[in-house]
Every structure is written in structure tokens, then in C-alpha cells.
């Protein structure tokens, strides 16, 4: 692949109040060959400044409004885009935009959380569910790199208070074991594999106590690559100073 290409995944929480909050600064600043955003909570497909038309845009926001959605921006122009996975139970929340350029896939992704009585665990199991069986059958193909906020904590390593969350939404058995057995079909988590005993690094913090001033956080958004794709790795990162949301952007670069 000769260059180094970078990629920027980050849960915004709503896209226009990211533009309020520097959006185009730090795509400016960062200047990801591929950006790829989730809980974008757009109905219509907003006005982009002119001085970032290089970016192909493709933008897949859910049937409800004001509800979760994805967005993917990418200097080189696809050469193919899917919005979700073929599951209307699923695709209607607009969790999955599926990139295709000349040496990998990018697949963006906004996974269901399991709120906080669990009420929705099943329904996000069953997605998990259909979304291996949708990018193993990418992988046949060609490398595949997944992005974005999954919604668990894989490891106690991952979480501030393991204990303390041991049966909470993203960190509960079902959706930990979920994530195991996922890696083991042929993936790596990028981060952790460059940074395997890296304490203390999280992409999402809560809004109260203090949360993120005191670094109280969950590690749960990511770039997971084919196995045979990890040679490709350079860096792993987290920008935890990126404010704006109450998730950081998560990004590799890969040569």
C-alpha cells in the first residue's frame, strides 16, 4: 500500500451540535483520509462547507428522528456503498454504512445499547449476530476494517469500575463473551493490540460527577481489523482532549 492512510471513527451525539462545537475545526485540524461518524441524529442530509468538498459523503440516518444514524466521509470515492446489512428490524435505526475501497472494506457501525434495565439486550444480541455473519462474508473477499461505538467494554482493562458495572449495560457477561468469540472469527482489536496493558484510556464518559475531568470512563468505541490486516497497523489512538461530545474519536493509520 506504499502510503499511510489515516481514519478517524467518532460517536458525535448529535452532528449538529458538533458543528457547534468545532466539527469542522477537527476535521480541519485532523484531516482523516476516511472519517467515519455514528449518532449523527439527522433526519436530512445537512450543508457541508465548500472548503471540504473533497470528501465523498455518504450519510445513512435512521427512520426516526433525532435517532442514532451513521455518516462516512472519504477523501477517495467508494467503490461501492451498502447502508446496513439487509435487516429491516435493524437498517431502519441506520447503525451501518459498509465502504468499499481497492484494498479493504470500512464498515461504520453504531452498535444498540442495552439500556440501562437491559430491555434491549436481545435485541442488540440479535444484531450482533447478523452483523458477524454480514462482514465475515466481507472478509471472505477482502480485509475488512470496523469502526465505531459498539456499546461494550470488552475487558476490565476497557472499564474505570469493572465491579461496579459487572451487570450494566455494555458490560454485562452476554455482550463481553459476544465480543471474545467475534476477535476469535479472525479479527484484532487494533488498540489493544498495539497497547495490550494500556490502562486508563477510554473513548466515553458519562456527563455527570465529573466524569471525564476525573477519567471515570468505558472504553467502547474501536477499529477492529481482519487478522491478516494487523501487519498494516502503524498507531492506534484515542483523542481523549477532543471535546464536543461525550465520546472521544477513536482512529488508526495503516501503511
Known amino acids: 500500500m506504499g502510503i499511510t492512510v489515516k481514519l478517524i471513527s467518532w460517536n458525535v451525539n448529535g452532528f449538529r451540535a458538533s458543528v457547534r462545537n468545532g466539527f469542522y475545526e477537527f476535521l480541519k485540524a485532523q484531516d482523516p483520509d476516511v472519517l467515519c461518524l455514528q449518532e449523527i441524529k439527522m433526519h436530512e442530509v445537512p450543508q457541508i462547507p465548500l472548503e471540504f468538498s473533497e470528501y465523498f459523503l455518504v450519510w445513512n440516518p435512521a427512520d426516526k428522528k433525532g435517532y442514532s444514524g451513521t455518516a462516512t466521509f472519504s477523501k477517495k470515492r467508494p467503490l461501492s456503498v451498502k447502508k446496513g446489512m439487509g435487516e429491516k428490524k435493524f437498517d431502519s435505526e441506520g447503525r451501518m454504512i459498509t465502504t468499499e475501497f481497492e484494498d479493504f472494506y470500512v464498515v461504520n457501525n453504531y452498535f444498540p445499547n442495552s439500556q440501562r434495565t437491559l430491555a434491549r439486550l436481545g435485541f442488540k444480541l ?65 488498540f489493544r493490540h498495539l497497547h495490550p496493558q494500556t490502562k486508563d484510556k477510554y473513548s466515553w464518559w458519562s456527563y455527570m460527577h465529573n466524569a471525564r475531568k476525573r477519567n471515570i470512563g468505558w472504553r467502547i468505541d474501536y477499529f477492529i481489523v481482519s487478522e491478516n490486516f494487523a501487519d498494516n497497523l502503524k498507531t492506534a489512538f484515542i483523542l481523549e482532549d477532543v471535546t464536543g461530545s461525550d465520546h472521544a474519536p477513536v482512529g488508526i493509520k495503516i501503511k
Open 126 to 190: 440479535e444484531f450482533n449476530q447478523h452483523f458477524a455473519k454480514f462482514v465475515n462474508k466481507l472478509k471472505k473477499k477482502k480485509p475488512v476494517l470496523i469502526c465505531g461505538d459498539l456499546n461494550v467494554a470488552h475487558t476490565e482493562i476497557d472499564i474505570a469500575r469493572p465491579k461496579e458495572n459487572a451487570k450494566n449495560a455494555g458490560f454485562t457477561p452476554q455482550e463481553r463473551e459476544w465480543m471474545t468469540d467475534f476477535l476469535s472469527q479472525g479479527y484484532v482489536d487494533s
